[in-house]
Nanobody, 126 residues
Framework: QVQLVESGGTLVQAGGSLRLSCAAS????????MGWFRQVPEKEREIVAA????????YYADSVKGRFAISRDNAKNKVYLQMNNLKPEDTAVYYC???????????????????WGQGTQVTVSS
């Protein structure tokens, strides 16, 4: 059974930093795309960042470029999201996501995962 478990979400002041972690279990994802999405109430879930299996290709939403960094540790089956200079508009539930296929590629920004975590709340106060 595949599980993605996020951690690291909390309340932080604007301008602060957080690091989200996602631990995957049930199968290795070292050959699959992984990423982070976020959602606020009454809005659609949106992609934040994605990373190819070897880390050589990354994608960031325009709203987080230059502030967020996605990385992965395939030996630990984990993916991370370093969030710096946080803004109140970054407040959301953040979801870890992973592809079920090996070596499947996507057009820029079009990552469509098959597995989802339960989400972790990030709240940025002004």
């Amino acid at each position: 059974q595949v599980q993605l478990v996020e951690s690291g979400g909390t309340l932080v002041q604007a301008g602060g930093s957080l690091r989200l972690s996602c631990a995957a279990s049930g199968r290795p994802f070292s050959a699959s795309y992984m990423g982070w999405f976020r959602q606020v109430p009454e809005k659609e879930r949106e992609i934040v960042a994605a990373i190819r299996w070897d880390g050589r290709t990354t994608y960031y939403a325009d709203s987080v470029k230059g502030r967020f960094a996605i990385s992965r540790d395939n030996a630990k089956n984990k993916v991370y999201l370093q969030m710096n200079n946080l803004k109140p508009e970054d407040t959301a539930v953040y979801y870890c996501a992973a592809d079920s296929q090996m070596y499947r590629t996507y057009p820029t920004g079009q990552f469509e995962p098959d597995y989802w975590g339960q989400g972790t709340q990030v709240t940025v106060s002004s």
